[in-house]
Each structure stands twice: as structure tokens, then as C-alpha cells.
């Protein structure tokens, strides 16, 4: 009976600590989007993107559709894609395209010849009129469902907001201050000047990482000026920038 007790304690404390182990990810996940939710002054848009190195033998050019579309039934999408194939004397590129009233979701197929060596990559990129709530929410779903085919994988998760008209340098600085302190992000790089402005940051809120130069980064902000636009663009990202701004 003692040893009931004790099995039956014990069971308890392992589901008390899974308990609060999933308590403070929740609360760590929900102070980024609260951060995040300040980037702009107007409607912000998201983006997840995935990128891997498929992790089996060479796949045959005629079942490498049928691959993506079983990846693409499996996040949900069932209809309406849309098929491109491009053809390079090195490289073979396949895309299914699925645009929907919220969301552009592309999965990529590439392969590349390299002397003798066969690359194949896979690549999942999600484009949202949402907030970084959904953005994490897509970016989970993509590590789970790729990551069995996938190798040396990376993903992130990326806000853009805009505000109206030219910032200038003190503007930009007082916005990039106030993300990264509301994170209590330590700065590991930045630059920052009218012609590049870009910041890399870690926090402890965010448990995902990569390393730059032996040091670990998980929060990357850009801004860049859209002259026909008139608008000031900012990009945060977890952990990192994969969109070209």
C-alpha cells in the first residue's frame, strides 16, 4: 500500500511540473503576440516560412507532386491548388499554390545538381492577413508536418507593420527600443541607419534560437522606407528575418 502512495505521489508532482512547464509556454507564447501586436500603427499582415533539406533518397520527378499534395492534405488544403513547374538546366523547381480569402500557402519541391551531388529541399512559406497569434499557431503546424521529411530545418515566424510617411532615425530607435524592451531582448548585433536598419536580439520569452558567431538570436527587427507607398515598414521576427525586405 506504501508503495502505491508513494507511486501515486510521485505521479502527481510529474503532472504538476508537465502542468506548469506548459503554463509558462503558454505565458511566454502570449506575451509575444502581445508585443507583436504593437508593430505598426495599421493593420499588420504575417508570414511563416519553413525551409529544409529532404531527409530520403532521390525522389523521382513524377512523385514529387504527389509528395506535396499529401503535405498539403495534411494542412488542411484539398482543393484549388494551383501546379508550376520550372525547369533550369541544374535545377528542378515544383510549387502548389493555395490562395484563400486569409492566407497564401506555396509548398516547394527544389533540386539541385551540384557536380555529382543531388540537393533536394523542401520550402513551406504562409502568407496571412493576421497577426503573429496565427502566425505561431501555422509556424507549429509546419515543424510537425514537414519536419518528418525534413533535415537541417528552419523556420520563423515574421510580423510586418507599417506606419504612415518617413521615420526617421530617433523614430525608428524609439519603436525598436520599445519591442525589444517590452521582450526584455539583450541586443547581440545591430545596425542601424537610414540606408539598413536591422537588429538582432535574444529573450528569454522566446525558446526557440539560432546561433550567429557562437551566440544565440531569436528576435530580428528590420525597417525599411517604401517611397511610393509613403509608409515605413517594420519586421520583427522569431527567431529570425526569412523574408527579403
Known amino acids: 500500500?506504501?508503495?502505491?502512495?508513494?507511486?501515486?505521489?510521485?505521479?502527481?508532482?510529474?503532472?504538476?511540473?508537465?502542468?506548469?512547464?506548459?503554463?509558462?509556454?503558454?505565458?511566454e507564447e502570449n506575451k509575444i503576440i502581445q508585443v507583436f501586436h504593437t508593430?505598426?500603427?495599421?493593420?499588420?499582415?504575417?508570414?511563416?516560412?519553413?525551409?529544409?533539406?529532404?531527409?530520403?533518397?532521390?525522389?523521382?520527378?513524377?512523385?514529387?507532386?504527389?509528395?506535396?499534395?499529401d503535405i498539403a492534405q495534411k494542412l488542411g488544403i484539398t482543393r484549388g491548388l494551383e501546379t508550376d513547374w520550372t525547369y533550369e538546366e541544374n535545377r528542378q523547381e515544383i510549387s502548389l499554390t493555395k490562395k484563400a480569402k486569409h492566407a497564401v500557402t506555396t509548398l516547394r519541391f527544389i533540386t539541385n545538381e551540384e557536380g555529382k551531388e543531388i540537393k533536394q529541399y523542401m520550402i513551406a512559406s504562409?502568407?496571412?492577413d493576421k497577426d503573429m497569434e496565427s502566425a505561431l499557431a501555422h509556424k507549429k503546424k509546419l515543424e510537425k508536418i514537414l519536419g518528418d521529411y525534413?533535415?537541417?530545418?528552419?523556420?520563423?515566424?515574421?510580423?510586418?507593420?507599417?506606419?504612415?510617411?518617413?521615420?526617421?532615425?530617433?523614430?525608428?530607435?524609439?519603436?525598436?527600443?520599445?519591442?525589444?524592451?517590452?521582450m526584455g531582448a539583450k541586443i547581440v548585433t545591430e545596425h542601424r541607419d537610414m540606408k539598413l536598419y536591422t537588429i538582432y536580439a535574444y529573450t528569454t520569452y522566446v525558446s526557440d534560437y539560432v546561433m550567429q558567431e557562437d551566440q544565440a538570436v531569436n528576435v530580428n527587427i528590420a525597417m525599411r522606407y517604401n517611397e511610393e507607398e509613403d509608409?515605413?515598414?517594420?519586421?520583427?521576427?522569431?527567431?529570425?528575418?526569412?523574408?527579403?525586405?
Request: charged share 25%; aromatic share 12%; net charge negative.
Open 231 to 245: 509608409k515605413t515598414y517594420v519586421y520583427v521576427a522569431t527567431p529570425i528575418l526569412g523574408l527579403d525586405y
Open 39 to 69: 508593430v505598426g500603427s495599421e493593420q499588420k499582415t504575417s508570414m511563416v516560412e519553413y525551409y529544409g533539406t529532404y531527409d530520403d533518397e532521390y525522389l523521382p520527378i513524377e512523385k514529387r507532386e504527389v509528395l506535396l499534395r
Open 1 to 27: 500500500m506504501k508503495k502505491i502512495w508513494v507511486a501515486f505521489i510521485v505521479l502527481l508532482w510529474g503532472v504538476a511540473g508537465f502542468q506548469i512547464i506548459q503554463g509558462k509556454a503558454a505565458a
Open 150 to 182: 525534413t533535415k537541417d530545418s528552419r523556420s520563423s515566424a515574421n510580423v510586418i507593420g507599417a506606419y504612415d510617411g518617413k521615420l526617421d532615425l530617433d523614430k525608428r530607435n524609439e519603436v525598436a527600443d520599445g519591442i525589444l524592451g517590452e
Open 126 to 128: 504562409i502568407a496571412l
